[in-house]
């Protein structure tokens, strides 16, 4: 009769006495997961979808080609780091070229957008809305890939407003950081 040898676990040499910080996120392995902190709470996201991919690819390249010179456009995974306890990865961002270290964007972008998937819809569109609203991100993009919408909210008096709702083969003409036109449907191609 064979034994098994079960997979090592691990175990990190550390144990946090209280809700966890940057220093901490440092220390998590490099394993393949997706790492956030949100108020001090650790959040692993799992791969993505296929679709999710797709679309992030898609507006990667909208916001790509009309992005100008002293901008620069990122994907997941990159920090931006909110606060001493809370560091976000958007799947996409924009910001501008001078605020951005090799490690991270230690400041809110001008663009943060989040491709809804069923394990991060509740964070996206409640936790993170309302982080990077604090922290002062002019524009943030909710996309659903599987209706196709996207909403789009700028600030506006320090808070979010509405800007552009569009689904399926309706146009969302956006202004900021930028002029850009999204029509949902063509992102799930």
Known sequence: MAIMESEPQYSPPWRPSGPLTRDDLDRM?????????????????????????????SVYRLLFAACSDELEVLFAPFDVVISGNTVLQPDLLVARREDFTERDLPTAPLLAVEVLAPSTRRIDVMLKFSRLEAAGC?????????????????????AYAQVAKATGDEVARLTAPFAVSVVPADLTL
């Not at 002019?138 to 320090?158: C, F, K």
Request: glycine residues 6%.
């Open 29 to 57: 392995p490099n394993d393949g997961h997706r790492y956030e902190l949100i108020d001090g709470a650790l959040i692993m996201t799992p791969a993505p979808s296929r679709l999710h991919q797709r679309v992030v690819a």
């Open 138 to 158: 002019a524009s943030y993009w909710v996309i659903d890939p599987d209706t196709p919408e996207l909403i789009a909210w700028e600030m506006r008096d320090g």
